[in-house]
């Protein structure tokens, strides 16, 4: 088997939920050992977010960002609890924890504690606002951090509610900030030799998704509309519906796109001066998208699809879930796993990372709750007559 990339990195992963965990299933895929670190009575509490569930039992949620990892059950809260997080830290690699600031502090593992136990420690926080600022100490939830952010605010119909995105996008885009700082941790420590603190929060993360909107503010002064389907700054660009009551997307992304667009659909909106150039079709989309919507009912969505591509202009269907994971270019890109789970099988979503050198490796079906406690246990020194202490003092 080709070596991972991240072959013979040790990750303490104290984190739950999705946030902290997508970081470390990301971690794990690339080929790092990462022990989950789980309470002894319930664990993640993503295990009991069901139904749905597999067959065996386990939540779909919990798989979504737990596979290729050992689940050890500690109870940190007491001080041989610690002992073992600090007998695992003190070779370990990476901590990721998402607790909220300064709740690690009292049982002895936060940074300051145990850069000094391992100055090599690369100890990541995900947290809600970050380590610093007026709300540091806050509770963090994506919802909230969807709307706070301002993504709400520029997402949804024109003139209904605001939306969330339809899945915790705040959450797993602040997991791929953390990966991205773990690594440049590891990659620092070559030189210097020493680990350091990555402290990544949700509200960050998702101030940094506004990306262009944000900018569009940030150069006017004026704070973006809520548009829809549309685009703040391209026409045609958004969905429109076809005969047949369905959809399909229509990317226009230039003048010469939008000729190809007048042609397919008969029309000579590209010599109306209102429409001649993008910047006026921006400032005229109330006037340019009727028109367009009208002549697209002339025809079925597929139909249509197939005339677009032709044409090389840039369009697309809006496809539900079970049509997306079908798609052929899923499943060439290997984008649904199978794993084996006890006397079954699990599919699940595959990793986007694909390494010519050192690819993604699917070791391991997400962990039941403890199933390496022992293993893990023996492997830091741990007597078979000390585990057996701990599991009936109910520690681990």
């Not at 080709?2 to 902290?20: E, H, M, P, Y």
Request: charged share 20%; aromatic share 6%.
């Amino acid at each position: 088997m080709t070596q991972a990339a991240l072959a013979g990195i040790k990750v303490v992963d104290l984190s739950r939920v999705l946030a902290g965990p997508s970081a470390t299933q990301c971690l794990a895929d690339l080929g790092a050992e990462v022990i989950k670190i789980e309470r002894p009575d319930s664990g993640d509490e993503t295990r009991e977010w069901a139904p749905p569930q597999f067959a065996d039992g386990t939540s779909a949620y919990f798989a979504t960002v737990n596979r290729n990892k050992q689940s050890l059950t500690v109870d940190i809260s007491t001080p041989a609890g610690q002992d073992i997080i600090k007998k695992m830290v003190a070779e370990a690699d990476v901590l990721v924890e998402n607790y909220k600031v300064g709740g690690l502090k009292k049982y002895g593992l936060d940074y300051d504690s145990l850069k000094s136990l391992n100055p090599r420690l690369v100890y990541a926080s995900l947290t809600g606002f970050g380590q610093t600022g007026p709300d540091a100490r806050k509770p963090g939830y994506d919802y909230i951090i969807q709307g706070q952010s301002g993504l709400m605010s520029i997402t949804g119909p024109e003139d209904g509610l605001p939306y969330k995105v339809g899945v915790a996008v705040v959450d797993l885009f602040a997991g791929l900030n953390l990966v991205i700082g773990i690594q440049a941790a590891l990659l620092a420590r070559t030189q210097t030799g020493l680990g350091q603190h990555v402290d990544v929060a949700l509200l960050d993360s998702a101030i940094a998704m506004l990306a262009n909107v944000g900018m569009n503010h940030l150069a006017t002064g004026k704070v973006p509309p809520r548009l829809g389907n549309g685009h703040p700054s391209i026409v045609p660009y958004q969905v429109f519906a076809t005969e047949g009551a369905q959809h399909l997307i229509l990317a226009c992304g230039n003048d010469k796109q939008f000729a190809a667009v007048c042609e397919v659909m008969g029309q000579d909106w590209i010599a109306d001066e209102r429409f001649a150039t993008n910047p006026q079709r921006v400032k005229n989309r109330a006037e340019l998208v009727p028109l367009m919507q009208a002549e697209f009912m002339r025809r079925e969505r597929d139909e249509w699809l197939g005339l677009f591509d032709a044409a090389s202009v840039p369009c697309g269907p809006i496809n539900n879930i079970a049509e997306a994971v079908a798609m052929p270019q899923t499943q060439a890109r290997a984008m649904v796993v199978e794993l084996a789970k006890k006397d079954t099988t699990m599919r699940v979503l595959g990793s986007p990372v694909k390494l010519s050198g050192t690819p993604v490796q699917y070791l391991s079906a997400p962990p039941d709750l403890g199933q390496d406690t022992v293993s893990v246990l023996t492997s830091l020194g741990y007597t078979q007559e000390q585990i057996e202490q701990l599991q009936q003092q109910h520690i681990v």
